[in-house]
């Protein structure tokens, strides 16, 4: 605990790989910045305090996990030399209807296109990023919580009335 304070103390210290920081600026608005200078607004509801002037933080949360793989499954398919004309991310989430309203279940579906995708190197992408690579749902994963994936293929235009 002592050194959680000398951190806060010195907020340039690193004691570990990756570090943010988070200003208030009014009621339950704050500023966010990360290591690598982005900066995106977090705000309540206006029945919590807020102006919805922001996302919400659980929000950030899906996005960071929804983020994290879709990065993960399209540099593994243009890896395996997949031309990829387009990939779709939804994210849904299921929280517990009590406080701390945690994410009991996440579930990722990914929309792909590309002209000839082979079904079994998406679904090895996705399996990849699920079980090997994807850190934020890796983490949440440890923490509880029940993911799913599945995908979608949508032929290119240029692929339609073609037989596969």
Request: some cysteine; charged content about 25%.
């Amino acid at each position: 605990m002592v050194e959680n304070v000398r951190h806060l103390q010195n907020p340039t210290a690193k004691l570990s790989a990756m570090q943010a920081k988070i200003e208030w600026q009014r009621a339950v608005e704050f500023k966010a910045t990360t290591e690598s200078e982005h900066h995106v607004t977090i705000d309540g509801p206006p029945d919590a305090g807020g102006s919805n002037a922001g996302m919400r933080p659980m929000e950030m949360m899906l996005l960071g996990v929804a983020g994290c793989t879709s990065f993960d499954v399209v540099s593994i398919l243009q890896k395996s030399r997949c031309e990829l004309s387009s990939c779709t991310t939804i994210i849904s989430a299921k929280r517990a209807d009590t406080t701390p309203s945690v994410f009991e279940s996440i579930h990722i579906h990914f929309d792909v296109s590309g002209p000839g995708l082979d079904e079994r190197k998406v679904a090895r992408a996705v399996a990849l990023s699920a079980d090997k690579y994807c850190s934020a749902s890796i983490m949440l994963q440890r923490a509880g919580v029940d993911i799913t994936h599945d995908f979608t293929i949508h032929p290119n235009k240029s692929d339609e009335g073609q037989e596969q």
